[in-house]
């Protein structure tokens, strides 16, 4: 098995979760919020982020892939599944695992501003910013990292290493 390096350990994930967290409170006070998890890499993300709001978190959830080679992001984003409740007139913020080209993120956002949600934000745990090739505005961002391929935190390889409770990467 490949040797795994640790780049954000366990703890310093949580603390800056908790910190972002922070600041959606600070930035909706008491509203209503729709969390929109992108399966399945921000399930983790989305879980322990909406644990430390109190805000009424309503999750919603989707499912898109990009078409092509699994680690190179083809620029084609087809939705596997779709939102079950409207978020018209709803203050919903995505959460996504990582924004890398920008793609996936940019047909999401197109998608959702047509239902007419009251706002749309969007938070992602990681940013590989210099692989960037459309641009979109990341509201909350976790860590800015490397242009590495990174697992762990619900981001895999081949399905493999989502269950590991830090981020990392492959020698
Ligand atoms: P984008 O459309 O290029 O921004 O790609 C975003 C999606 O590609 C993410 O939601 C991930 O599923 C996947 N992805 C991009 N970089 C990585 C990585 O380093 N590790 C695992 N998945 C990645
Ligand atoms: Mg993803």
Redesign the pocket.
């Known amino acids: 098995m490949a040797a795994i390096n640790i780049l954000i350990d366990e703890e310093k994930i949580q603390k800056r979760v908790e910190e972002l967290a922070n600041q959606i409170m600070e930035d909706y006070k008491g509203d209503d919020l729709v969390f929109i998890c ?1 399966l ?3 399930i983790f993300f989305t879980v322990d982020l909406a644990k430390k709001i109190d805000n009424n978190v309503h999750l919603e959830f989707m499912k898109v892939s990009s078409y092509g080679e699994n680690t190179v992001s083809s620029g084609q984003v087809e939705l596997e599944l779709d939102l079950k409740s409207s978020i018209e007139g709803k203050d919903v913020i995505v959460i ?3 924004v890398d080209t920008g793609h ?1 993120l940019k047909y999401i956002l197109e998608y959702l501003k047509v239902r007419n949600p009251k706002t749309l934000k969007l938070c992602a745990l990681l940013d590989k910013k210099e692989r960037r090739e459309v641009e979109v505005k990341v509201d909350y961002v976790g860590f800015e990292i490397p242009n590495k391929f990174v697992i762990g935190y619900g981001l895999d390889a081949n399905e493999c290493y989502r269950n590991l409770p830090y981020v990392g990467y492959l020698e």
Do not use: A, V, Y
């Open positions: 992108i399945k890499g921000s996504e695992d990582i996936t």
